[in-house]
Each structure stands twice: as structure tokens, then as C-alpha cells.
């Protein structure tokens, strides 16, 4: 079982940044790929950006490329999400996952999500 929660969602003004975390429990964090999905509003839950457990291979959806970038710290358990250039598109729930398989997207466990709303 692990449990995931986010932190760092708020409201930004467009061109700001925020880092969003994600602290996880359970021994299996080390070991599992871990992403970030978000649901803007009206719209479905999309992918974001993920982090292999080596650290070495990371993705993102091509709306969030070098504007986001995806980190993680095994020692303390939490993967990071820092935002930057933030427009008002980017305004969603953001959920922390832990991957099945990132190929087909399947999710393991879900955070609870962080809003983040960025004004014009």
C-alpha cells in the first residue's frame, strides 16, 4: 500500500512558477516509475510529465516541455513538480501518481490532487 500527498498547488499569476511535492509512504516508492496527471477543468484527467525510479528517464506531455520539469529524492520519498512560464491553460487539479506502466499510463495509487490556478 502506499499513500501519495501533493503539496504546493496555489494560485500564480501567468508567467510565475510553483513547485509542486508529493510525499509518499510505503516501501515501494524507490522502486516504481512516479508521474504527475491533471485534470483541467470540464476536461478529463491527462498526463503530465513521469520519473523512472533510476532518475535517469523522465517524460512529459508536449504542453508542459521545458516548462516543467519532474524530479524525485528516494531518500526522502516525494517526487517534485517545478512549474515555470505558468499560462492559464495549465490551471488543474494536479495528481501525483505511482506507475504501473508508463506505457499504457496504468496507475498504481493516486494522490488526493493540488489546485493550481494561474490568472491572465
Known amino acids: 500500500q502506499v499513500q501519495l500527498v501533493e503539496s504546493g498547488g496555489g494560485l500564480v499569476q501567468a508567467g510565475g512558477s510553483l513547485r509542486l511535492s508529493c510525499a509518499a509512504s510505503?516501501?515501494?516508492?524507490?522502486?516504481?516509475?512516479m508521474g504527475w496527471f491533471r485534470q483541467p477543468p470540464g476536461k478529463e484527467r491527462e498526463f503530465v510529465a513521469a520519473?523512472?525510479?533510476?532518475?535517469?528517464?523522465?517524460y512529459y506531455a508536449d504542453s508542459v516541455k521545458g516548462r516543467f520539469t519532474i524530479s524525485r529524492d528516494n531518500a526522502k520519498n516525494t517526487v517534485y513538480l517545478q512549474m515555470s512560464s505558468l499560462k492559464p491553460e495549465d490551471t488543474a487539479v494536479y495528481y501525483c501518481?505511482?506507475?504501473?506502466?508508463?506505457?499504457?499510463?496504468?496507475?498504481?495509487?493516486w494522490g488526493q490532487g493540488t489546485q493550481v490556478t494561474v490568472s491572465s
Open positions: 520519473i523512472n525510479r533510476n532518475y535517469i528517464n523522465t
Open positions: 501518481a505511482a506507475l504501473l506502466d508508463l506505457a499504457t499510463q496504468k496507475v498504481d495509487y
Open positions: 510505503g516501501r515501494t516508492f524507490s522502486s516504481q516509475t
